[in-house]
């Protein structure tokens, strides 16, 4: 192949050196109001009274809504929010009441004049006291609440889903087993960080069409969430995402944009801009959820793991619209990369008043594999087994079954564990050259699916020019993991046009065509098999062209290098660019008109699960599987840990760009590392403590490793090239290999995350003092 | 932001004077790494700044063998750390602003501002401390020394009254400096210190400062006297590292508990003692 798999340099790079390539905060139009929100100082409370007459009063100040002007209800797959409270609070730093002004500073100063009166409402903010029978309810009418058919909230609870696993027969299988092994975990809430904070911009011109720029991962859905919440038709509203500077999920679904909007509606015309702040970027965008995991696992002498019963309670916070589906996705993987016959797991969301839970790189793989790779080091301790044997025995592997008992016809992952090991020796003994500091070393496996609704669609244009080159149409967003070039590198590939030849469009719903979201690392998987069909689509009737010009059978025609050509002989050949308006006849007359393809996808035959076993043999489109190693250096004075090396490798089924590929794997290395090391958002009676990086500490560069990135490539057969996506799934082994590491060199147990100083520390002291 | 009145003075008096003339609401502006972010969240609404960085004599940074090393009040932190006799002759103190902040902080950021934010962390007041500099202040009353031990008050409150200005630091000339910087946090680069100490031995004496232990920086002077006169074993170090430890009182906070700090108040003078014997 000619562009894919090669390093094609990046599309949008030197847009993005340059500073040419606009943000939404870049944006500025005549006449445009800022916007500031008013936000709950409480974490659960009636909203007894809303006053804004002095607000109002204040010079500048052109709109005030509050959630009584719009109180629809919306959410991806669980109607239960709203952009702005209506009766009540459910976490600290709710949307109450929104301002449009002059200026921002107007804005701000206006929101401080806002007063409400609250009542306040008993508070849970732990998720298994949440799940207990007289825990306050915090959405009381969960029963009357929409939702997508394949959840199961539970009315009159606090359990917004509840998603089961009931394979085999585990207590039978307890009773056979040789040893039984109890174990608990917990993650802490983390925040994406995405460089770039949230930011929208709506417009809504006189008759009544809403424009909104935003920077989004997923205009289609915003547009959807939008149409539904604020009943306006889909082909009056225009959702525009210029370029997007990071998202690892917190741009999926709708934030802000909600926000923005009723202000828009009201302002006659006038143009109104939100952005979040950093603090917002913490409390108000989208949170990891908190998880507490336990696990029974029931074990044979030689390894052999026969049970495992588990449980997933997840901080889903105030609203769950987009977490419940978290939820679903920790049971398709509920015992991780291993094959195991008999499994019962319960995974529930859990509101409690905490910020929201959503989206965030993994998908709740990283939170649930955290415990299932501790767990599996601490039984091959107690064993005695080598932990990379443990492994080996119980890994999934071809032939198999995953937890949905779907059977397993491609899988990497002994591959790259063995790939892994060529650079990485578990067992070598370094000695650190500080007497203070132990080396370590540790691995862990990752596994992911996207998680997506079964019948997603994508959808892809490709359209020549006069001259050969092309545009390629897409809303598949580029938001740092290089779709842009990836998608562009496909078309390129398939039209055999250079990719400097081809300029990519996305993130316009009125020009762009559709695509679900940017999210689950499916883009490079389902845009990508879009583009591919569009540009066959093309190329169809290039040929087709070509062959009554050259007098030539289709099937003796190829694309090369901007030329359709004899594969017979090959000086018979007609430039693309001759053929992008029709063909011009030798009499002088015209056929056909422009080349445009066009090209869908929806992933083949991806099904419901049974909702009371949650069995199925094909609930996702695939699996991504990898593994990693890290050498550690812990301070055994201080606690303080370094991560010295990371070697990795992902089954990626086809690298398509080698550079691209590589900095995503680091990039999410390093986000590993951080949920490793430090990040933790926390909270003391539903207040957020450290919303700043002050005091939430992600990795410097001063902090990168040294990594050994890694590929296998057993191709995915509905991939495009193979290919199979990798960006979320590369972060997961991350922080497990770290624990394990640490665990196993000092003999210690530390079962949550971040390992911090602290932790390591008393660890140690228990440790001694046993 | 609040709105404010700006000036940029090119005297120290009439600096000075716009202090006392605009009253108490009156803010000195120096790098600003402090002061804009805490008037961006609104913590500080000033309602006049007065900038001193147009004061051309605050920029100055020389050293005299007698008198030792002045550094003014707007020479910002990367171009002490990086100044040639800083390096030879005060490298603890080099050390120390070195691990203020960011790169990008610490070309705005002075250490001036770093004592007269007085946060209980400042990176470099233990340095200061330990060397027993002295802070040059200008009045409406004419000129003053303010020993840097008398100028930590509390937590975010220094010895200084409304219309002094700092003009900058003296730090002695010392023979030898022999010391040792300590700085404990979560995360290497770009982190407040859980817990900062600076050791210097200077002609057999041995002096013993601490950050983040205190509502102000300290000097830990009963293990300065414990030490006094003995050789530095290792059963020296341990002990004195216990009562280093307990002249502090820490407290929790989101960053660390108290106990985790104790401990590490042992483990950095330590550290620091141990540097200093080799």
């Not at chain 1, 044979?300 to 916070?317: F, S």
């Not at chain 1, 591919?532 to 099937?555: F, M, P, T, V, W």
């Not at chain 1, 550690?632 to 086809?654: A, C, M, P, R, Y």
């Amino acid at each position: 192949m000619k562009y894919v798999g090669t390093s094609v340099n990046r599309v949008d790079g030197i847009k993005k050196v340059t500073g040419d390539l606009k943000y939404v905060d870049d944006l500025k139009f005549p006449r445009m109001l800022y916007a500031a929100v008013k936000r709950s100082t409480r974490p659960h409370a009636k909203i007894i009274h809303i006053d804004i007459s002095k607000a109002e009063k204040l010079p500048g100040v052109k709109v005030i809504t509050t959630g009584k002007d719009f109180p629809k209800r919306v959410g991806l797959y669980l109607e239960d929010k709203n952009f702005l409270a209506v009766d009540k609070v459910r976490y600290m730093g709710e949307a109450v009441a929104a301002v449009a002004a002059e200026t921002e500073e107007i804005a701000h100063e206006a929101v401080k004049l806002i007063e409400i009166e609250y009542e306040d409402l008993p508070i849970v903010t732990n998720a298994l006291d949440a799940m207990k029978e007289d825990a306050p309810l915090i959405h009381p009418d969960l029963g009357t609440y929409k939702y997508a058919s394949v959840f199961a909230p539970k009315p009159d609870t606090n359990i917004s889903n509840h998603y089961k696993v009931r394979k085999g027969d585990v207590e039978e299988a307890f009773k056979k087993a040789d040893y039984i092994f109890e174990n608990d975990f917990y993650v802490p809430h983390i925040q994406h960080c995405p460089i770039e904070n949230h930011s929208a911009i709506a417009s809504v011109d006189r008759e009544g069409s809403l424009t909104v720029w935003a920077s989004c991962q997923s205009p289609y859905a915003v547009r959807l969430a939008l149409s539904v919440a604020f009943d306006i038709p889909l082909n009056k509203i225009r959702v525009l995402s210029p370029a997007v500077g990071g998202g690892f999920g917190s741009k999926a679904g709708t934030t802000l944009e909600g926000i923005v909007i009723p202000l828009a509606m009201k302002s006659k015309g006038r143009p109104v801009k939100l952005t979040f702040s950093r603090k917002d970027e913490f409390i108000n965008s989208f949170v990891r959820q908190g998880m507490h995991s336990k696990f029974k696992t029931g074990v044979m002498k030689n390894g052999k793991i026969i049970a495992i019963k588990d449980q997933y309670v997840w901080d889903g916070g105030a609203y769950t619209e987009y977490g419940v589906n978290i939820t679903k996705a920790a049971g398709f993987a509920a015992v991780g990369p291993y094959d195991i016959e008999n499994i019962w797991c319960d995974s529930y969301c859990v509101y409690t008043n905490h910020p929201v839970g959503g989206p965030y790189r993994g998908f709740g793989m990283s939170e649930i594999q955290f415990g299932i790779e501790r767990n599996m080091n601490i039984i091959a301790n107690e064993l005695g087994i080598d932990p990379i044997e443990i492994r080996r025995i119980n890994a999934q592997k071809v032939g198999g079954r995953t937890a949905t008992n779907a059977p397993i016809d491609t899988c990497g992952l002994l591959d790259c564990l063995d790939q892994v090991l060529e650079d990485f020796d578990p067992n070598e003994k370094v000695e650190s050259l500080s007497p203070n500091k132990v080396r370590a070393k540790g691995i862990a496996f990752g596994m992911k699916a996207p998680s997506m609704p079964n019948n997603v669609a994508s959808s892809a244009i490709v359209r020549l020019n006069e001259d050969g080159t092309a545009y390629l149409l897409v809303s598949a967003q580029d938001i740092g993991q290089g779709s842009d070039t990836a998608l562009t590198q496909f078309a390129a590939e398939v039209l055999s046009i250079p990719p400097e030849k081809i300029t990519i469009k996305t993130g316009d719903t009125d020009h762009t065509p559709y695509e679900w979201q940017t999210v689950a690392s499916r883009i490079t998987y389902c845009a990508g098999n879009s583009v591919i069909n569009a540009c066959e689509d093309a190329k169809a009737q290039l040929l087709e062209l070509a062959s009554l010009k050259l007098g030539i059978y289709k099937r003796d025609l190829k694309l090369e290098d901007g030329y359709v050509v004899s594969t017979i002989y090959p000086d018979k050949k007609v430039a693309i660019a001759d053929l992008s308006l029709g063909l011009t006849m030798p009499d002088g007359s015209g056929i056909h008109g422009p080349i445009i393809g066009r090209g869908v996808f929806i992933p083949p035959n991806v099904k419901d699960h049974d909702h009371e076993t949650g069995l199925g043999d094909k609930p996702v489109a695939y699996w991504t599987y990898g593994c990693q190693g890290v050498d550690i250096e812990v301070d055994t004075q201080t606690g303080n840990i370094k991560v010295l090396n990371v070697v990795s490798s992902f089954d990626v089924g086809k690298v398509v760009n080698p550079t691209l590929v590589e900095g995503q794997i680091e990039g999410a290395i390093v986000q590993g590392i951080g949920s490793a090391l430090w990040e933790e958002l926390k909270f003391k009676d539903g207040k957020p403590l450290n919303p700043s990086f002050v005091d939430y500490k992600i990795p410097t560069a001063n902090d990168m490793p040294e990594m050994i990135i890694k590929f296998i490539e057993n191709e995915e057969k509905t991939g495009p090239f193979g290919a199979r996506g990798v960006s979320e799934p590369a972060m997961i082994p991350s922080a497990p290999a770290i624990a394990n590491a640490l665990c196993d060199a000092l003999g210690i147990t530390i079962n949550s995350l971040p390992l911090t100083p602290e932790k390591v520390l008393n660890a140690m002291k228990e440790k001694n003092n046993k | 932001m609040k709105n404010f009145e700006y000036f940029k003075p090119s005297t120290l008096k009439e600096a000075s004077e716009l202090l006392i003339k605009k009253g108490a609401n009156a803010h000195i502006l120096n790098g600003g790494t402090d002061l804009i972010i805490r008037m961006k969240e609104g913590i500080t609404s000033p309602d006049v700044v007065v900038d001193i960085k147009g004061i051309k004599e605050l920029h100055n940074i020389k050293f005299d063998e007698k008198e030792g090393l002045f550094v003014g009040a707007c020479v910002v932190l990367n171009d002490m750390a990086h100044n040639q006799i800083v390096k030879e002759k005060y490298k603890v103190l080099s050390n120390a602003a070195k691990s203020v902040g960011s790169g990008q902080i610490r070309n705005k950021a002075t250490m001036t501002g770093n004592i007269c934010n007085a946060s209980p962390l400042a990176d470099t007041s233990t340095p200061l401390l330990a060397l027993d500099a002295k802070v040059l202040v200008y009045g409406p009353n004419g000129e003053r020394e303010i020993p840097i031990n008398e100028l930590f008050v509390w937590v975010r409150k220094v010895s200084l009254e409304h219309g002094e200005i700092v003009k900058g630091v003296r730090i002695p000339a010392y023979e030898n400096i022999i010391g040792d910087f300590q700085k404990i946090s979560r995360r290497k680069e770009v982190d407040l210190s859980t817990v900062a100490s600076t050791v210097v031995k200077i002609n057999d004496e041995i002096r013993i400062a601490l950050a983040s232990v205190a509502p102000t920086p300290i000097r830990a002077r009963k293990a300065e006297s414990f030490i006094k006169g003995k050789k530095l074993t290792d059963e020296v170090i341990e002990e004195a590292a216990k009562i280093a430890a307990s002249e502090a009182s820490p407290i929790e906070d989101v960053r660390a508990s108290k106990e985790y700090r104790i401990e590490m108040i042992k483990i950095a003078v330590k550290r620091n003692l141990n540097a200093v014997r080799s």
